[in-house]
């Protein structure tokens, strides 16, 4: 059973960078054709996919979000790491980290989520 775990912290100040790693365990994030992906929702409003890292290491990114964001990997640790640059108030949102085989459109397991606000 693959279990993912998001930290960090829960405060961020306006124009910082929010900075998140999410724990992988009973599985591995190099697995042959699995994404590991960042999804966030704000207050009131749905889903967002925020970019994702597939096995090999390849990112991807939200065209929203993209020129302020930087998804990696430590190996060694099975942990992914979101960074989003220059926040926002409009970034606040519950952060997930999410997998799913590749080819398959559902996302099979899911962190519990981190509340991150940004806020002075």
């Known amino acids: 059973q693959v279990q993912l775990q998001e930290s960090g912290p829960g405060l961020v100040k306006p124009s910082e960078m929010l900075s998140l790693t999410c724990t992988v365990s009973?599985?591995?994030?190099?697995?042959?054709?699995?994404?590991w992906s960042w999804i966030r929702q704000a207050p009131g409003k749905g889903l967002e996919w925020v970019g994702a890292?597939?096995?090999?290491?390849?990112?991807y990114y939200s065209p929203s979000l993209k020129s302020r964001t930087s998804i990696s990997r430590n190996t060694s640790k099975n942990q992914l790491s979101l960074q989003l640059m220059s926040v926002t108030p409009e970034d606040t949102a519950v952060y997930f980290c999410?997998?799913?085989?590749?080819?398959?459109?559902?996302?099979?397991?899911w962190g519990q989520g981190t509340q991150v606000t940004v806020s002075s």
């Open positions: 999410a997998s799913r085989d590749s080819d398959n459109p559902m996302y099979d397991y």
């Open positions: 009973g599985g591995s994030i190099t697995t042959n054709y699995y994404t």
């Open positions: 890292i597939v096995h090999d290491g390849t990112t």
